[in-house]
């Protein structure tokens, strides 16, 4: 599967962002859907997953603040980002996992700056 992350860019401290990530090559309601991470000197971190039966899971950070949603029929994973804050800013990875293979899939990164 072949993924196509856009959408990010420079936001002041409590703006939103929405990024999307765009599937293609394979089934795409087979694949568990993630966000995940990576600020500078820090290891990449799950944000947000959503499972193929629209289960979702969250990083402490960002529970209530960040939406991830699909649409199994456009092939797309969406990252509803609000409140932001300047300890959100990294580069935002959108990835697909098949649980019965353990594969993963990652796009390219898209950077998130949230700053006055």
């Known amino acids: 599967v072949q993924l196509q992350a856009s959408g990010g860019g420079l936001v002041q401290p409590g703006g939103s962002l929405r990024l999307s990530c765009a599937a293609s090559g394979s089934i795409f309601s087979i694949y568990a859907m993630g966000w995940y991470r990576q600020a500078p000197g820090k290891q990449r971190e799950l944000v947000a997953r959503?499972?193929?039966?629209?289960?979702?899971n969250y990083a402490d950070s960002v529970k209530g603040r960040f939406t991830i949603t699909r649409d199994n029929v456009k092939n797309m994973v969406y990252l509803q980002m609000n409140s932001l804050k300047p300890e959100d800013t990294a580069v935002y990875y959108c990835n697909a996992h098949r649980w019965a293979t353990a594969a993963d899939y990652w796009g390219q990164g898209t950077q998130v700056t949230v700053s006055s």
């Open positions: 959503i499972n193929t039966g629209g289960s979702t």
